[in-house]
């Protein structure tokens, strides 16, 4: 996977021929660390805008955009990015508005089937037999909605063209031969990561003190 760094240093040519993707890694945020947190989460996406800048005089414009859990394309895909992070869409909104589409990457059927088999495992399923069938269905669905990403993106895209790709990083996706994907590394990604994760301590710190204080 070349890096924006790698890019810098290369000669653009040795990509010729390749679709070129540009992954972007979607660090998920909730709206009260948002809210706390305002300046360093415009300052991550800023970061996100200014590489993707780099990278596209290296190679060449955004045609496509994609984003993960994404079953629709045009002003429907942004909608359904904006539900989740404004931030994002707002990114990705400056893509179309330049002359990229948002193109689906997903399945809708295979993301319900997910959503359900998610549902029943919460719940806490009494019978071994039962969870076993719940969790082989969800693993197998997960194997099967990767495929259908890397599909997607491979038919959707030609030669030399290239494409935005939003997704949370640890993902399971392997690209086709084809693909070349250039990974967008923020400088401001781990002080985000860990500032989720204070956030995160700190809730559950006030949430152990308060059940003591009520019992």
Known sequence: MATLGNTGRA????FDGKKKLLLIPTIPTTPDFES????LCDKYWDEVVQQVGGLE???ATVKFVFHEMVHVGGE???KLVGAVSARASSAIKRYIDSGASMEPVEDEEVLREISDWQRCMSIGLLSKKVYELAMDSYQNLTKQRFETISQKISETMNADEVALLFVTEGHGVQFESD?????VSPPSANELRNAIRAHVEKQMAEFEKQSKDES
């Open 36 to 39: 706390a947190n305002g300046d």
């Open 11 to 14: 000669n653009p040519g040795q």
């Open 57 to 59: 005089s290296a190679l």
């Open 179 to 183: 693909v070349q994907v250039f990974y």
């Open 76 to 78: 429907e895909g942004v």
